[in-house]
């Protein structure tokens, strides 16, 4: 499947969290973005290193990972709000229950909310899953960020390899 790209309406698919009350809940994408402009950012797992002692190893499409990803979102979240966005939502090829754990990590978020696509399904659905079971870890996500304004995206800034350039916050603030 052709990654999803800038102008195509995204494809609906059901992501799993934990709500406040630390119930596991079942939300469909297009529950949660008609109507509204939202930011859904990806990377390839929860806790991956921001860096690596050799850049050039076999796990350097783990560089500038998500240590560095949410503290971005979580940092630029006003003034994204103050743009008119009214979701950042972060995905992973992970368990609810590992994305729990990481959005524990971030005690000041206040506006990224953390949602799991375990069997990688919308991941798939969007044409970004990363192959790394030569690797021992399965199918993941590539690296993205899209600003979506009522189910259609209107940003689509997906990473090659292992960098970490258009994808940031401060990206999507300037496409804003």
Known sequence: MAPVATGDMIPDGMLVYFDENDQLQS???HTLAAGKKVILVAVPGAFTPTCRQDPNSEFSYLLDGSMKHVPG??????????KGVDEILF???NDPFVMKAWAKTYPENK???FLADGSAFYTRALGLELDLSEKGLGIRSRRFALLIDDLKVKVANIESGGEFTVSS????????
Not at 169 to 176: F, G, P, R, S
């Open 27 to 29: 939300v469909s994408v």
């Open 73 to 82: 979102f979580i940092g630029k979240a006003e003034e994204l709000k103050a």
């Open 91 to 93: 995905i992973s090829v």
């Open 111 to 113: 506006h990224v909310k």
């Open 169 to 176: 916050a401060d990206e999507i603030l300037k496409a804003l």
